[in-house]
């Protein structure tokens, strides 16, 4: 009877002990844990990041993907620039590095008619529909009835006497003095080219040409022309008009004018 009871104490004494050695493995010691729970520090760059791997194709560039630089697309919307309209927030241009160039304007078409001033004894070809003012003794205006960016073309002839010491060198103090004068009122800004070799009715002379802007802002550009004709006197081919898109358009005028000029 002892013998069965102390073989049944031993049974549970083993029992007893692989139980605790069971809970000892579950629970690691308080020094492991502790390791276990610390974070590691996230500005540690020698922890190797993971790649993502990605199934692209040979020669892809990542780069066409960024907005901005796309070409153009057919099915995508535009402005009247050919900028791409987006979808979210409207970019803003930053002047002076993308901001769209101005719509050229075309150029402007006349069509010429004879004209003849009787006071002045000659006879030309300016462009049709211009008013004409011949109130003057020595010179004929031309006026556009049309106004383009705030002003009226206007191109006049003069002719006027000169001394008989006048030579034709002396033209180029005549037209400098004569742009001076052009410039001295009104204006708030005033320049002009250097002085070029220009004949008038086959006669040597000078041109130049200038540019201003008066003080409400209107900007002109201009073209005087002279040249030394017989019996002491000088003729003058002004046209003034408004600076900017039409000047090549006027600048066609006043050698049209010029090449029909034919004295009466």
Known sequence: MKKTVRIIALLMLAVLLTGCAAQEQNFPDAGTAKASAQQKDPMDLSTEVPRLELDLPEGYDPASEEGGDEAYNEYASYDDYGRNVYAGA??????????????????????????????????????????????????????????????????TIRVYNVASTFKTNDLKT??????KNLGQYNFTKWKTTEL???????????????????????????????????????????????????NSSYKAVINHVRDTLKQI
């Open 174 to 179: 005549e037209l400098r003095d004569t742009l």
């Open 90 to 155: 409207t970019p803003i241009p930053l002047d002076p590095i993308d901001m769209p160039t101005a719509t050229p304007k075309p150029e402007l078409k006349f069509e010429y008619g004879s004209v003849t001033a009787e006071k002045i004894r000659l006879s030309f070809e300016a462009p049709t529909g211009w008013g004409i003012d011949n109130s003057a003794d020595d010179a004929v205006t031309l006026i556009n009835p049309t106004e383009l960016d705030g002003y009226n073309a206007q191109f």
């Open 196 to 246: 070029a070799n220009r004949t008038i009715l086959k006669k040597d002379g000078f041109y130049a040409d200038y540019e201003g802007t008066y003080t409400d802002g209107i900007s002109i550009y201009g073209r005087v022309m002279m040249a030394l004709l017989d019996n002491n006197q000088v003729i003058m081919l002004h046209i003034s008009c408004p600076d900017g898109f039409f």
